[in-house]
């Protein structure tokens, strides 16, 4: 808690900062963004092609500061400072900003999504319905969602196959803190856990956990795979980020201000979704090279069947944990996936 004590909200500041040709440029803002992955992540790419966005279009005026996972504690402790307005910006993953705002667990629901990156891609970036939805229910916990952003299909790592769901049942399973995760793979009938993102290397090292679930990317840059024997791809779900700011924080901002925040975004999401499909494919072969007896299965359309049937319970369910929003959200997602396919 004490570096995080320190840390207090900047909105205004009477330095100047000089450029190579001498010349004085005022900064007005400075400010923090802050990331729930490493140095080199897909957040990270995100957060560096904003960043630059801004500060080039406002020709100095706005400065921002990239704090990466562990810097300001987990998580949740990243949640209550933005919240609070002591950072910015902030990436808010759904497995655990469902503890928050339980409408997002909409993007925790396995079997949900398109396989096809354009359909998934033109849903979360052009999607009418889904954004402003759920923008509502960010608004009511002092948060404005400003993007929603695909970082590559959940891959589950483990140090056997997981071909069915009986395989599931003498292992476990490591999720974010949500809820809602949590049931997904139990119905599975795996026995789960959850433990910080810094700490999963440790405890399938000691054997404290057997299995977990992160993109390709993530599994490279933690490697993971240094301590799992199998990669598996059963298309359950894609990783689905979500890009915040702090309510006020932005609706007491000048418009021409606001506007270059909304430029950077389109700017920072048109970068992300070309890189996404290359980054996780080298990462993905990184890993290979790196421990060539790793085995990566894709299950068959017969064996990801099986669980496509266990886990059908999980949209009333999410009905039930998903807040007062719940029904409106995913209707919303299914509305916009119908639209995706026609347009």
């Not at 002092?142 to 069915?164: C, D, F, V």
């Not at 598996?232 to 609706?251: D, M, S």
């Not at 389109?266 to 890189?275: C, M, P, R, V």
């Not at 085995?295 to 807040?323: C, H, N, S, V």
Request: proline share 4%.
């Amino acid at each position: 808690m004490t570096q995080r004590k320190g840390f207090v909200l900047v909105l205004i500041v009477c330095v100047f900062v000089f450029g190579l040709t001498g010349r004085a440029t005022a900064v007005q803002y400075l400010w923090q963004v802050a990331l729930e992955e490493i140095e080199g992540s897909m957040q990270h790419e995100y957060a560096k092609k904003f960043v630059e966005i801004l500060e080039e279009q406002s020709k100095g005026v706005i400065r921002c500061n990239i704090h990466f996972y562990g810097e300001l504690g987990t998580s949740g402790d990243i949640t209550t400072l933005l919240q609070n307005g002591d950072l910015q910006f902030a990436f808010q993953s759904p497995g655990h900003l469902g503890s928050y705002i339980p409408e997002v667990q909409v993007f925790s629901i396995h079997y949900l999504f398109p396989t096809d990156f354009e359909l998934l891609e033109k849903i979360l970036r052009s999607g009418p319905n889904t954004y402003n939805v759920l923008g509502k229910y960010y608004r009511k916990n002092k948060l404005e969602l400003l993007s929603i952003i695909e970082e590559g299909w959940q891959i589950w790592t483990a140090n056997k196959p997981l071909r069915k769901p009986e395989h599931f049942e003498d292992i476990t399973f490591r999720v974010m803190s949500s809820p809602f995760l949590i049931t997904a793979y139990r119905l599975y009938g795996a026995y789960v856990m959850t433990v910080p993102y810094g700490e999963i290397y440790f405890n399938l090292e000691i054997g404290r956990i057997d299995a977990e679930t992160q993109p390709f990317f993530a599994i490279q840059e933690m490697k993971f795979y240094e301590v799992q024997d199998y990669m598996i791809k059963a298309n359950q779900l894609p990783f689905i980020a979500t890009f915040a700011a702090n309510y006020e924080f932005v609706a007491r901002l000048p418009e021409d201000i606001r506007v270059l925040i909304d430029n950077a975004i389109e700017g920072a999401n048109q970068y992300i979704f070309d890189l996404e499909p290359r980054l996780n494919e080298r990462r993905k072969q990184m890993i290979m090279d790196a421990k060539p007896s790793m085995k990566y299965i894709e299950l068959t359309d017969k064996e990801i069947a099986a669980f496509k049937e266990k886990a059908k319970p999980l949209r009333q369910k999410y009905l039930k944990m998903g807040g007062e929003g719940a029904k409106e959200v995913l209707e919303a997602v299914i509305k916009d996936t119908t639209w995706a396919r026609e347009n």
